[in-house]
């Protein structure tokens, strides 16, 4: 079955420290992936996406990720953490099946805590 | 920022009662979804549309209906609210050309239902 594993619950880092977050998804066919990230109060915002092409893509506020087919897995990093960048961290793939459904496979976040 | 809306942002309601949750988009994008966000639930579909009066259910769509009369607009109605439904309801909207769309939300309604 398709799923969405995000293996770290919460993350805390220092600010300046560099930072991963992992994800690791099963899916029977090429997947669509992304990374979103919700700021407490706030809807989910697009940090970047991997559709094909390149497997390293960058996305809005520094962050990068790397799509890796032989280990499932589509983490997020950033070189240098910032106290702006404490908030919840969400991997999704997708689409579920093509046609009218466009509907995406949700991991269940890590929440990033940011020490000064 | 994509131009969704969702009314209200906050309401608290008795047990028993109608609710009903607005997104509005000025996007004129094709595809709308409800999710609820709950603790250790991440986000979970309720229901989702691929144009007007065209829906379908999602993974936790009893309880639940929706409606979708204009592109603009998806409504969400809870017939008879349960305390179980108190949670954060986020409207999305994605476009339709390919399948690869990213999916844009809303800033999500905080529903308490005592």
């Known amino acids: 079955a398709q799923s969405v594993t995000q293996p770290d619950i919460h993350i805390t880092v220092s600010e300046g420290a560099s930072l991963e977050l992992r994800c690791n998804y099963s899916?029977?066919?090429?997947?669509?992936l992304f990374w979103y990230v919700q700021s407490p109060g706030q809807g989910l915002q697009l940090l970047l996406k991997?559709?094909?092409?390149d497997t390293l893509v960058q996305g809005i506020k520094g962050f990068e990720a790397e799509f890796k087919r032989s280990q499932s897995s589509f983490n997020l990093r950033k070189p240098s953490v910032h106290w702006s960048d404490a908030a919840e961290y969400f991997c999704?793939?997708?689409?579920?099946?093509?046609?009218?459904?466009?509907?995406?496979?949700w991991g269940l976040g890590t929440s990033l805590g940011v020490n000064p | 920022d994509a131009g969704i809306t969702q009314s209200p942002r906050h309401k608290v309601t008795e047990t028993g009662t109608p609710v009903t949750l607005r997104c509005h988009q000025t996007?004129?994008?094709?595809?709308m979804y409800w999710y609820r966000q709950d603790p250790g639930h991440g986000l979970r579909l309720i229901h989702y549309?691929?144009?007007?009066?065209?829906?379908d259910k999602g993974e936790v769509s009893d309880g639940y209906s929706v409606s979708r009369s204009k592109t603009e607009d998806f409504l969400l109605t809870l017939e008879s609210a349960t305390s179980s439904q108190t949670s954060v309801y986020f409207c999305?909207?994605?476009?339709?050309?390919?399948?690869?769309?990213?999916?844009?939300f809303g800033d999500g309604t905080r529903l308490s239902i005592l």
């Open positions: 999704a793939v997708g689409p579920y099946n093509a046609g009218n459904n466009r509907k995406l496979i």
């Open positions: 899916y029977g066919a090429t997947p669509y």
């Open positions: 991997y559709f094909s092409g």
């Open positions: 996007e004129n994008h094709r595809y």
């Open positions: 549309s691929y144009g007007v009066k065209d829906t």
């Open positions: 999305a909207i994605s476009e339709s050309k390919g399948t690869n769309q990213p999916q844009h």
